[in-house]
């Protein structure tokens, strides 16, 4: 994406986005941080709580080993340096829905520092994100307005889940990088195990700080790292969808210009974005001006780590995107642009590759990405929940590539095998759907079709265009079963071309 393309055209001149992401992951763990409570989703209200996230007095916490792993995987995930040493800080503030009056976080020694994230822009090019750091902290409850006009309830099942807030730097220029970020990072924590990154339940959701600056401002803060050259950001919080992420913050973009170009100023605040109205609304002034009284929380000791733990984590990761990005291109011939739609799902990439030993990998591809992808989106369903065998895909494409059926006729081998009729093979032989490749058989189609129509025959010498006609009537003849190459050339050779 080009400096160009990025800005926004106002009434008194050009303006920049730029924003920094903090991403909310919920860490995938049978047990919450702090306490031996159940997480998972479903439960009735109020029945994964301990006495710990209960806010019980004298209720000490233990920390989650598992978690820490996770955190330390993720942080390795993202290219970032772990800290062997960390601790853990009490957040104080009062809301209805956390019961000790603190939040358990990490300020000021988080567990992950500085990384990098390499993310595919929409047009094939790439852009880096700096990663501020990973720190672990819990979740708070949810209150529940709408079950009486009175009355709120609270549900603490999510209290004290483990949380991952990853915090990105100003490296995001637009809505579609900041779409394209939020879906990198979901895509790694998804192949680490380390979040299931299921946006819809809030386990994995996005706070975005926006600002604008003048056209060539963003420049100058790179170059001297003075944030006055940046305008006061807003942070939209707890976006939890691609596209809510991308139309906020269009709309809180062109809310501050006309605030600026009017000859106001914005006011740092945090705010919420209702996609019923497609608009950003004020939801508090900003934390600067809240007192959160952050000191390491007295109950639990410095968090410390060996090299050695980590390096044995290092040792069992999986193949991450990036690299499996790599390895399909380099290994399968595949274009960037290919990999890249099969990475962007584990199991997809998976499927690929065991329905592309000793086949033509560009077709196979194909097919994944297209036919097999489509009919799954049309059911509601995942890659991982495909119920088409991956050696139906290759049997599919070998059928292509030995001439057996035309990718024509594979359309409709496919349609039947996906309801269930059995292999291609059997398909092909149940429907007799074989390509017609005996040139005798089609040579006497063409000759039947060319007496009957002299006419056309001999126009085919000036117009030779006029051979697809020719070529439809010929498929028409043979059912559509006919070698298309075979027709070709063979209505050539007859028709004198």
């Known amino acids: 994406m080009s400096e160009n393309s990025k800005l926004i055209k106002g009434r008194t001149g050009d303006w920049e986005i730029v924003m920094g992401l903090e991403i909310h992951a919920q ?24 006495l710990v996230d209960a806010g019980f007095p004298g209720m000490l916490p233990t920390l989650n080993k598992h978690c ?16 062997l040493k960390s601790q853990f800080d009490r957040k104080n503030y009062f809301y209805p829905d956390l019961p000790t009056g603190y939040q358990i976080s990490q300020l000021y020694h988080p567990i992950v520092g500085e ?64 779409v394209a970020y939020v879906k990198k990072i979901r895509t790694i924590l998804i192949y680490l195990g ?64 006309e605030i600026l ?31 959160y009284r952050y000191f390491p929380d007295p109950d639990l000791l410095p968090l410390e780590i ?18 499996k990005r790599r390895r399909l291109m380099a290994d399968y011939g595949l274009s960037q642009y290919d990999a890249v739609v099969l990475i962007s799902e584990q199991a997809k990439a998976d499927y690929f590759e065991a329905a592309a030993k000793g086949r033509d990998a560009k077709l196979v591809s194909n097919w994944v990405t297209n036919e097999v992808s489509a009919r799954l989106a049309a059911d509601g369903k995942d890659f991982s929940e495909n119920p088409l065998p991956a050696a139906h895909v290759a049997q599919l494409v070998e059928l292509i590539e030995t001439d057996v059926i035309s990718s024509k006729i594979a359309k409709e081998v496919f349609d039947h095998v996906w309801n269930g009729e ?38 085919v010498a000036e117009k030779p265009q006029a051979l697809g006609w020719f070529v439809g009537q010929v498929m028409k003849a043979t059912g559509g079963k006919a070698n298309p190459a075979a027709v070709n050339d063979i209505l050539k050779a007859k028709l004198g071309l």
Not at 68 to 83: D, H, P, T, Y
Not at 199 to 210: I, S
Not at 262 to 284: C, K, N
Not at 306 to 316: C, G, H, R, T, V
């Open 68 to 83: 820490v792993e996770q955190a330390v995987k993720s942080g390795l995930g993202l290219k970032a340096r772990i800290n």
């Open 261 to 291: 170009e009017d000859g106001g100023s914005v006011i740092q605040e945090t705010r919420l974005y209702d996609p019923t109205a497609g608009e950003t609304r004020s939801m508090r002034s900003k934390e600067e001006a809240m007192d």
């Open 115 to 178: 990384g990098v994230v390499e993310v595919e822009a929409e047009d094939g090019s790439f852009f880096n994100v700096g990663i501020e750091r990973l720190h672990l902290e819990q979740d708070a409850g949810k209150l529940i307005h709408d079950l009486s006009p009175t009355e709120s309830y609270v549900d603490l099942n999510r209290a004290g889940t483990a949380l991952m807030e990853i915090v990105s730097r100003p490296d995001i220029r637009s809505p579609e990088e900041a």
């Open 194 to 257: 380390t979040c299931d990154g299921d946006m819809e339940k809030g386990n994995l959701r996005a706070d975005v700080n926006v600002s604008v600056c003048r056209a060539g401002n963003y420049a100058k803060f790179k170059e001297t790292g003075d944030f006055g050259f940046l305008g006061t950001r807003c942070e939209i919080k707890n976006v939890n969808s691609f596209r809510f992420i991308s139309q906020a913050i269009n709309y809180e973009a062109r809310r501050q210009i």
């Open 27 to 50: 860490v995938a763990s049978k047990a919450k941080l702090f306490s031996g409570a159940a997480v998972g989703f479903g439960a009735g209200p109020n029945e994964q709580v301990s």
């Open 422 to 459: 059995g292999s291609p093979a059997e398909v092909v032989e149940k429907h007799g759907l074989k390509q017609v490749t005996d040139t005798g058989a089609i040579e006497k189609a063409i000759d039947e079709i060319i007496a009957a129509n002299p006419d056309k025959a001999a126009a």
């Open 306 to 323: 060996e090299q050695a733990w980590i390096d044995e984590i290092k040792a069992d990761l999986p193949e991450l995107p990036d690299e």
